[in-house]
Each structure stands twice: as structure tokens, then as C-alpha cells.
């Protein structure tokens, strides 16, 4: 069965400080990989997406992730974290429907990033 | 574009009674929704796959007559909790695809459900 692992679950880091966090998945075919955040109070929202192409993918508020197909990895980073990014991430990954897959979304436990003045 | 929503947004109810929570795609029609259940600081868990004009697709565990699901428009999704009792408590939040092979869900901002 599919499963995304995110490996850290509580993140603290100072403002300017570089985030990266890890997500795995384990699914052999073709997947489509998302990350979104949830700011306190507030709904999920979409930071970036994979489908295809640049491994590298570049987001909203300066996040990017890599897609690394050997690894089964889509990690997220930030080169420099402000306070207004303390939020809760979610990794989530689906099996590309276009390929046959099931299009069900698998969501990661969720890294709580918390980011002090 | 692609605005889900999702009413109430927060729904406190008595032990026993029964819960409808309204899911709408806003902009565009919404072939597929999905109702998704977060526990406080865990991750979301999918409950049911809901198609328009058949029936829903429940999750492992997830108990079809005690959330039934209803997508009678490419609009409109329910989720009705019935005879709700304090475990049911959790935030609800539904997700809206605009075509069977969209690869991506746009989410609604949630409810919270809290059952005395």
C-alpha cells in the first residue's frame, strides 16, 4: 500500500535559518507529489506540486522541493524562514491517474515548523 | 479560480443527534470530492470518495451508514454524521476535483465538529 513518511515531526528554527524537511513515499509507478501548509487557524493550502518535468520545483512564498525518483524522496526547502512561515506541512502524494493509477490522495503524518523571531 | 467551501464551519451538537456538513464548488463543477478527517495534530485521513450521482467510495474502517455521503450535483457534496457521539468530534474537510483525471484537489477551509 502506498505511504508518505515524513521524517521530521516538530521543527524549530530561528528567523533566516535554512528549512529543509524530508518526505518519502513508497509507491513503484508513476506519482504526482504535492506539499501543503496549514497556518494556524486556517485551511490547507497548495505550496507546490509535482506532475512532471524539472525535478526541481519552485513554489509560492520562496519553497521549492526536489524530486529525486531514485530516493523516492520530494523534499521541501527554504533557503531563509521568517516567522510568518510557522505553520504545519504536509507532504502528500497521489498515483497518476493519466497512468492507470487511483487517484486517492496519501497525506504524510505533518511537520509542525515553528520559527522564532 | 477552483474555491471550494464548506458550511458550517463549526458545528457543536448534543450526543445522539445527527450532523449535515455542506461541501460546494464555487467555480467550477466538481465531478469527484473527497471528505477527508483530521484528529488534533495528526495528519488527514481519507473517509470517502464521492462521485456524482453514485454511490460513495468509503475508506477502510470507516463506517458507510454512520457517515453517509451524498453528491446529488457536480456542486454540491454532503457528509451527514448521524447519531453523533463525542469520538465523532474532528475537523471535516472536503476536496473537490474538476475532472476524473484532475491530479490535483482544491480544499475547503474545514468544520469543526464538536459533539457534547
Known amino acids: 500500500a502506498q505511504s508518505v513518511s515524513q521524517h521530521n515531526h516538530h521543527v524549530i528554527l530561528s528567523e533566516a535559518a535554512s528549512l529543509e524537511l524530508g518526505c518519502n513515499y513508497s509507491?513503484?509507478?508513476?506519482?504526482?507529489l504535492f506539499w501543503y501548509v496549514q497556518y494556524p487557524g486556517q485551511h490547507l493550502q497548495l505550496l507546490l506540486k509535482?506532475?512532471?518535468?524539472?525535478?526541481l520545483v519552485k513554489g509560492i512564498k520562496g519553497f521549492e522541493a526536489e524530486f529525486i525518483k531514485s530516493k523516492f524522496s520530494f523534499n521541501l526547502r527554504k533557503p531563509s524562514v521568517q516567522w510568518s512561515d510557522t505553520a504545519e506541512y504536509f507532504c502528500?502524494?497521489?498515483?497518476?491517474?493519466?497512468?492507470?493509477?487511483?487517484?486517492?490522495?496519501?497525506f504524510g503524518a505533518g511537520t509542525r515548523l515553528a520559527v522564532h523571531p | 479560480g477552483a474555491v471550494v467551501s464548506q458550511h458550517p464551519s463549526r458545528v457543536i451538537c448534543k450526543s445522539g443527534t445527527s450532523v449535515k456538513i455542506e461541501c460546494r464548488s464555487l467555480?467550477?463543477?466538481?465531478?469527484?470530492m473527497f471528505w477527508y478527517r483530521q484528529f488534533p495534530k495528526k495528519s488527514l485521513m481519507l473517509m470517502a470518495t464521492?462521485?456524482?450521482?453514485?454511490?460513495?467510495?468509503?475508506e477502510q474502517g470507516v463506517e458507510k451508514d454512520k457517515f453517509l455521503i451524498n453528491h446529488a450535483s457536480l456542486t454540491l457534496s454532503t457528509l451527514t454524521v448521524t447519531s453523533a457521539h463525542p469520538e465523532d468530534s474532528s475537523f471535516y474537510i472536503c476536496?473537490?476535483?474538476?475532472?476524473?483525471?484532475?491530479?490535483?484537489?482544491?480544499f475547503g477551509p474545514g468544520t469543526r465538529l464538536t459533539v457534547l
Open positions: 502528500a502524494v497521489n498515483e497518476d491517474p493519466l497512468s492507470g493509477g487511483y487517484n486517492k490522495l496519501i
Open positions: 464521492s462521485n456524482e450521482g453514485s454511490k460513495a467510495t468509503y
Open positions: 509535482y506532475f512532471s518535468g524539472d525535478p
Open positions: 467555480d467550477f463543477q466538481a465531478t469527484t
Open positions: 476536496s473537490a476535483r474538476d475532472r476524473p483525471t484532475a491530479n490535483e484537489q482544491f
Open positions: 509507491y513503484g509507478g508513476t506519482v504526482n
